[in-house]
């Protein structure tokens, strides 16, 4: 009944956003077995056959389930790649981490204070206390499990233990299963036949452990130990050793190991083993007497007493492999001392998954999709406590390269819609348990069918389990309406300042060139329409003249005037497209029209394509100041109003949402070199799920940069990816919720957002709320779903899939911080307050706070001193304070004269931010600076510098890299023979900033070039290269960049540390 | 023969005098008469109006829920709204003006918070062309759902209240006036 549903709506109602979301989206409810009318507004989603009727054709066809008409880089050979992708992920490289953290360790062996963590911090010890008695099972066990030969009683621990358990757990195989059974009480899984290279043990041992050096350590406990190497070397010493050579991670990983005291007698029973002692105290500990006989001692290191039983259990399996962790990531450093953090580099958190789910080894690309925490606390408390931002970013329609795309039965949870994932628990081969829900599911007869192996029996095999990104190839149950044909539809603003800055040519250039590369098929269709005063149609009646020019002059009624040939078939009139496309510049060459009706023209086009959908791209150079949507020109006046931010009327927004209905979104490039009121302009976009560009100061002949930009960035927008009728659907556990969503598209529901176009350079941001204890559950899990319609007119799921751990410890929540998400969803949500209050300062409080929180919840946890912020080595938080400046300088929020002069380009930046995927942002934010004239001395990529006026030499060139422009900046002491080989000019004196940089035939130039290409390949969006003389007016481009210096009203780094201080001191 | 019918003129006359007296002693027949005071008046207009704006407030808290568990389409969700926030505004506004026209001084510092309420809140409305104060693109937004539900719980509970008190205050005027 319920496949019935979608195929009538159509003729009942307008295809409006009600009916599509409704028909294309199931909802949560399990509809498809409810019947009656009340449900047709609740989808009436047909039902996956899920445990009876089966296609048998299905699974008797294997070798179908990828279609053949593939265009996109896909990867056929998926089931098979599938197995040999997931080794490369099987050995943590968590265990190399820690030695970059070495450097940060001297300055606390110098101070010789007592350690922080040593403090006897209550916070900490309630929150062990909380996680002891939580009702994560791996952990219970630890005092009653009973494969532990010696279970923890009182008196263990007064007999020397070192000689009593010789054996330290080896990593093999068996131990892992021992892991995984340890817990088996809550997921019987002992009948999956799971495939020991999957289960390797590396994931279930802590980095330190899993060394053969431990070993020995063990077995000689009356060695002394050898502090002394890593904490006696100087600090810059001591971060090279550390950075190049990773052997010396492992003496002193093993070092560290061999500090730990003999227990003492207090014989605790490790009420919960994910305590992170600090390693960096094992010197320190080891001439402290041992065993706090007394209880004094033992409250103030129960850590220490715990931890040391625990790797004394012989053959103890660590319960969780992230766990263990933490007693090497527990260490520090002083965001007061430590000048060089951009030398620890960005990287990613590992994320560590409990054995229990099909597929712990696989991770989603996290580029693609990541929470702002790589580890979710268990309960509201304890993230209140920490004060860091629990969000989502998502890059749904991310250009992938190793996609697998499947035809086949889409198995998904008949309670709550989800897809199947690798992070779903299997407790037989007939069942599935989904991950999201927790309910028990059916799987289907043919899910056990292996297509690549031809083989039958082991569900793991699929590639739905496989992959935590995988697309599928919908059925028409998944169609509101039959996909519909490609559409695009161009707005060209023809006054006469369009007409002065010569858009037009580059539009017509690059349409010309790409006009057979536009995504789409046979029925790919195309319009165009300009607009000055009036609005211009040109209507396509024959293949082989060019069309009918009409002019509409009644702006304020507008009409359509005949009723065809606007929006043609390209492949029927190519000819005449052409050639019109051709003729563009000059048709208007001589418009003296000064004014804008771009409102009228955007109403009236999305009326004439409302029936198919698509896509309307609008380019605007001047304010529309007639017709509706006119707007006045709010900058002109001396004193910025905070009012200017926040849009001036909600025309723009109607048309939008009406848009959004008719599955049309609105681009938008704006080629000004004016004001055009952007906030209110870019309303078309953020709500029709288009995107803005902006271009300031654009000419032909004046502003080469801006023109190779728009060239490069209009050239990739016509051949991109795109996807119609989009709907995305972010399903979350129990317990959480989505908030708040960032980005460009009209959110339909609480979980639902409506796109009407989807494109692979747009990235949305979740805000998610913590609302239940999220004790129970073993992992926590978040689906997005994004279901369009391809270019080539079939319909798709792409599912992408984030799992991650839970804990309960507030050490390893720092630990595991992600940097990156982080200062994605901040600049997001400063955005978005500043938007849509107006209210800079607002928004600038807003992420200095945030900062002041995170720090302020970490130094008080581990123990406040005076004078030192500390931030852990490993995870993102102590980069966070330098990424805040870096926000707050930027010119989105900050707040000198330049900036407040420019009022599109700070919003044009705000709009970036909600839109911009990852990468961009973060470089937007904390650029990077390279050196580039000893480039071609060292054979890797250089390293980046501290952005800082006193790293750049007199004699250098240095390259800036920003989100969207390359500075290259050229100190007047250069050698003249790197200028000779760069440049091919003799001295400073000659060089010219317009040049155009080119390959030359040196190794110089080539490892420049190289480099080049290799930093726009890390990006969508094209970044032109700004050559910059160091005597250059343009210079405060470059030196407005290096955020750790002193501007005229904000902060440098060291200042800014300071303020943090004291804040966190209050 | 004259004389009787004096008699019984005037004992018809004292009687009628008497019958008079008698009635004015027995009933407060005056406050019956002037019982329609401008104050009875304004809360039996108070009472049909706080019976209406009780129904805006529930249908808000149904709209507020349909939008967080149902799959309704906000944009028509927050027209069906909007339309009504104006008039609920108005109707509150008018019984306050009955009120201070009437000196009802507990009446008046009841609504004062909320008049104040309401002109804050459609002061500080997003840009929107038509009336209302919802907008379909930021209503989804978590916080904003759960304050505008907070918002119609409160104000069901103030009108609830309201109802029952205009009622007594009604009655309370018709008997002590």
Redesign the interface.
């Known amino acids: 009944m319920g496949g019935n549903l979608p195929n009538q709506q159509p003729q009942l109602k307008p295809p ?3 009916s599509t ?2 028909g294309h989206f199931p ?1 949560g409810n399990a509809p498809s077995y409810s019947n009656g009318p009340t449900n047709s ?3 009436g989603f047909p039902p996956t056959p899920f445990n009876s009727n089966l296609p048998n054709a299905q699974y008797n066809q294997p070798p179908s389930l990828v279609p053949p008409n593939l265009t996109q880089p896909t990867n056929l050979g998926s089931y098979n790649q599938a197995q040999s992708s997931t080794p490369s992920n099987l050995v943590p490289t968590a265990s190399l981490k820690p030695t970059s953290s070495f450097p940060s360790q001297p300055p606390y062996q110098q101070s010789s204070q007592p350690n922080p963590t040593f403090a006897a911090n209550p916070n900490l010890s309630t929150s062990f206390n909380s996680s002891a008695s939580s009702a994560f099972s791996p952990l219970k066990p630890i005092s009653s499990a009973p494969q532990f030969p010696q279970p923890a009683k009182p008196n263990v621990a007064q007999q020397p233990n070192f000689p009593q358990q010789p054996q330290i757990p080896q990593p093999t195989p068996s131990l892992g299963y021992a892991s995984m059974n340890g817990p088996a009480n809550t997921v019987p899984n002992s009948s999956i036949p799971y495939n020991p290279p999957q289960m390797t043990t590396p994931s279930f041992q802590p980095p330190g452990l899993s060394n053969v050096p431990v070993s020995s350590s063990f077995t000689q406990p009356q060695l002394p130990p050898v502090p002394s190497m890593p904490t006696s070397a100087p600090p810059q010493q001591l971060q090279q050793n550390s950075l190049t050579q990773s052997s010396s991670m492992y003496q002193t990983s093993s070092s560290s190991m061999n500090g730990f005291p003999a227990p003492g007698p207090m014989g605790t029973i490790p009420t919960s083993p994910n305590l992170a002692p600090a390693p960096q105290n094992f010197p320190t500990q080891q001439r402290r007497p041992v065993a706090g006989a007394t209880s004094a001692g033992y409250m103030q290191q129960p850590q220490q007493l715990q931890q040391t039983q625990q790797l004394q259990q012989p053959g103890y399996p660590v319960p969780n492999p992230y766990y263990g962790q933490g007693q090497e990531q527990n260490r520090y450093v002083d965001l007061r001392q430590e000048r060089n953090l951009i030398g620890y580099g960005v990287d990613d958190n590992e994320i560590n998954l409990p054995s229990t789910v099909v597929n712990p080894n696989v991770n989603v690309n996290p580029a693609v999709f990541r929470c702002t925490m790589s580890a979710v606390p268990q309960t509201q408390e304890l993230l209140k406590k920490c004060r860091l931002p629990l969000g989502l970013t998502l890059h749904p329609f991310k250009d992938l390269k190793n996609l697998s795309i499947v035809q086949t039965n889409i198995v998904r949870c008949r309670y709550c819609r989800t897809y199947i994932n690798p992070y779903v628990y299997l407790p037989d081969n007939r069942h599935w348990k989904c991950n999201i829900c927790l309910r028990s599911n059916d799987l289907p007869d043919e899910f056990c069918w292996d297509p690549a192996t031809k083989s039958y029996g082991d569900p793991t095999r699929r590639p739905e389990l496989h992959h935590p990104t995988i697309e599928y190839i919908a059925s028409s149950e998944y169609m509101l309406r039959p996909p519909q044909p490609a559409l695009y539809f161009f707005i060209l603003d023809v006054s006469s300042n369009a007409i002065e800055n010569g858009y037009l040519h580059t539009f017509s250039e690059q349409l010309l060139i790409n006009l057979d590369q536009l995504p789409g098929d046979d029925r790919l269709l195309i319009g165009f329409l300009a607009v000055d005063a009036m609005v211009h149609y040109f209507q396509f009646t024959d293949p082989k003249r060019p069309p009918k020019h009409l002019i509409v002059d009644d702006i304020e009624d507008i009409f359509i005037p005949t009723n065809s040939g606007f929006c043609v078939e390209l492949a029927h009139f190519r000819e005449s497209v052409r050639s019109f496309i051709q003729n563009i510049p000059t048709l208007f060459e001589a418009n003296a029209s000064t004014s804008n009706c771009v409102g009228a023209a955007i109403d009236v086009a999305h009326k004439l394509i409302a029936e198919v959908g698509g896509r309307i791209t609008v380019f605007q150079t001047v304010l529309p100041d007639i017709g509706p949507g006119a707007l006045k020109n709010r900058a002109s006046s001396e004193k910025p109003d905070p009012k200017n931010l ?6 723009y ?2 048309i939008a ?1 009406e848009c959004t ?1 008719h599955q049309v979104a609105v681009d938008l490039f704006v080629l000004s070199n004016g004001y055009v009121d952007l906030s209110t302009l870019s309303e078309i976009s953020k ?1 029709s799920a288009g995107s803005v560009y902006h271009y300031p100061n654009y000419h032909i002949n004046r502003g080469q940069v801006q023109v190779k930009r728009f060239q490069r960035h209009f050239n990739r927008y016509l051949t991109r990816k795109i996807g119609f009728e989009a709907v995305l659907r972010i399903r979350c556990s129990r317990g959480l ?5 960032h980005g460009n598209f ?5 979980d ?1 957002l409506a796109m009407a176009n989807v494109n692979p350079d747009s990235a949305i941001g979740v ?1 998610v ?1 913590l609302e239940d204890n999220l004790a129970g559950q073993h992992t926590v899990c978040f689906q997005a779903a994004l279901l369009y319609t391809s270019s080539k007119g079939d319909r798709r799921i792409r599912v992408h899939t984030l799992c991650l751990p839970i804990t309960s410890d507030f050490s390893t929540i720092f630990n595991q911080f992600d940097l990156k998400a982080s200062v994605s969803m901040l600049a997001k949500m400063a955005s978005e307050r500043a938007l ?1 209050n107006g209210e800079i300062a607002d928004s600038k409080e807003g992420l200095l706070n945030a900062a002041i929180d995170a720090l302020g919840a970490y130094n008080r946890s581990v123990g406040q001193r005076s004078g030192v912020v500390l931030a852990p080595t490993s995870g993102g938080l102590k980069m966070l304070p330098l990424y805040i400046l870096g926000l707050l300088k930027h010119r989105a929020f900050s707040s000198s004269s330049q900036a407040q002069k420019r009022l599109d380009e700070r919003i044009a930046a705000m709009l970036q931010f909600k839109n911009a995927p990852l990468e961009v942002i973060m470089l937007e934010v904390h650029p990077a600076l390279y050196a580039i004239h000893n480039i071609d001395q060292f054979e890797e990529s250089p390293q980046r510098l501290p952005l800082s006026y006193e790293r750049v030499n007199r004699d250098g060139i240095y390259l800036l890299d920003t989100g969207n422009y390359v500075y290259l900046y050229i100190c007047s002491g250069v050698r003249s023979e790197i200028l000779q080989q760069l440049f091919d000019v003799s001295h400073f004196g000659q060089l010219d900033e317009d040049t155009v940089i080119e390959q030359r035939t040196n190794p110089l130039s080539d490892r420049l070039h190289n480099f080049l290409r290799t930093l726009q390949s890390q990006r969508g969006l094209f970044a032109p290269i700004i050559v910059i003389r160091e005597d250059s007016p343009q210079r405060d481009l470059f030196t407005m960049r290096l955020i750790e210096d002193r501007t005229e009203n904000a902060h440098s780094y060291i200042e800014f540390i300071n303020h943090l201080n004291q804040e966190i001191q209050r | 023969m004259f004389a009787p019918d004096e008699f019984f003129l005037r004992a018809a006359q004292q009687a009628a005098e008497e019958e008079e007296e008698n009635f004015a002693d027995f009933s407060p027949a005056p406050p019956f008469r002037m019982a329609f005071t401008f104050a009875a008046f304004a809360y039996l207009i108070a009472l049909i109006a706080v019976a209406f704006c009780i129904f805006f407030a529930i249908y808000l808290v149904i709209c507020i829920d349909e939008l967080k568990t149902d799959y309704k389409n906000p944009i028509e969700q927050c027209r069906s709204l909007n339309q009504l926030v104006l008039p609920e505004y108005v109707i509150q506004f008018v019984c306050f003006v009955l009120f201070v026209f009437s000196f009802q001084i507990f009446s008046i510092v009841w609504n004062a918070p909320l008049l104040a309420y309401h002109v804050y809140r459609y002061m500080n409305r997003p840009v929107m062309s038509g009336p209302g104060i919802y907008d379909p693109t930021t209503i989804m937004n978590a916080d904003q759902l759960s304050k505008s539900a907070k918002e119609g719980w409160v104000k069901l509970g103030f009108y609830l209240i309201s109802f029952f008190y205009y009622l007594y205050a009604l009655i309370y005027t018709l008997v002590t006036a």
């Open positions: 409006d956003i009600q979301a409704n909802s507004s609740i989808p926040v849009t001036a009327t909600d025309f927004k109607r949402l209905g709500f919720s989505l908030h708040t969503f009209f959110v339909r529901s609480t639902l805000q709320q849509s």
